[in-house]
């Protein structure tokens, strides 16, 4: 075991900053990966600053990454030294619970280690992300990148792209249907993207008129303006499906009369209590009101595959690592189209 580097954060009020930490061994089933580029994702921010009351310090955040195999297990036979591979969300789970052997680890009953601030055996007691030179990661948990995807833009995919693939691909998005994504960011942007590649008739919902142009580029087939009652009133009943990408507390009773009979909305951006839920349009229109978190290794797979055959990758502004704590400033402001990346090759050896 020997040291590498990475930016940790050392508590809730301090700034990411250069910080060593030693990887694990390989073992006989791990892949070590030397890390090419990590997108930052809002979890980051929130982990960082303690948002949620369970972080662990020093905290290394990053679970979008994308990197080169450096070393493989004696027992790993179907990945190659150089390959270009990926990690995400999480690092392990049980394997044998019924999520995890129905290929839904993301809902491992007995809890998943995460990429990064949780529990482990290996070095430091708790688990490291991206923000690093490289990651040692059980095979099972290691995505390859098809050829022809930009590794830099195909890094928020493992978040952002699987957060937002895999309830569309859950409620049969599919050519016919007419799909409302609400909210133009970093989840929004890619749900946008992968319902107009899906076939649906593809409607951005946002407060913000500003937003229109680009949501028309990135694939919506229309803007609705959310804040515009006449608006909202004339697509009564037109949707069979809402990803509701917010990620903030927010009134979501607001868009349920835009659904059809037997309609879903899906919530992924905002996490803990809400508006108080108005059963009112549920009972009167069997419609629904649903979560949804990120997908299984498995779903991941395919998704970077669709990903690759449609052009797919996450608009992107590449950084440099000491940047991360601006970064941070921006994306708090919203400022930034529509994620970051940070080019790890600018992490001092």
Partial sequence: MSSISSYAAQSATSPLAPHPITRRKVGAKDVQIDIEFCGVCHTDIHQSRNDWNNSNYPIVPGHEIIGKISALGSDIKHLKIGQRVAVGCFVDSCHHCSSCKADLEQYCLNGFTATYNSATDDPGGFTY????????????????????????GAAPLLCAGITTYSPLRHWGVKPGMTVGIIGLGGLGHMGVKLSHAMGAKTVMITTSKNKASDALKLGADEVLISTDADAMEAKTNQFDFLLNTIPVPHDFNHYMQLLKVDGTMCIVGSIGPNAELNTGPLIFGRKSVAGSLVGGIKETQEMLEFCAKHNITSEIELIKMEEINHAYERMLKSDVKYRFVIDMNSLSQ
């Avoid at 059980?138 to 995807?149: A, I, K, Q, R, S």
Wanted: hydrophobic share 40%; no cysteine; net charge negative.
């Fill in 129 to 152: 992300g991206g923000y690093s030179q490289s990651i040692v990661v059980d095979n099972h948990f290691v995505l390859t990148v098809p050829d022809g995807l930009d590794p830099a």
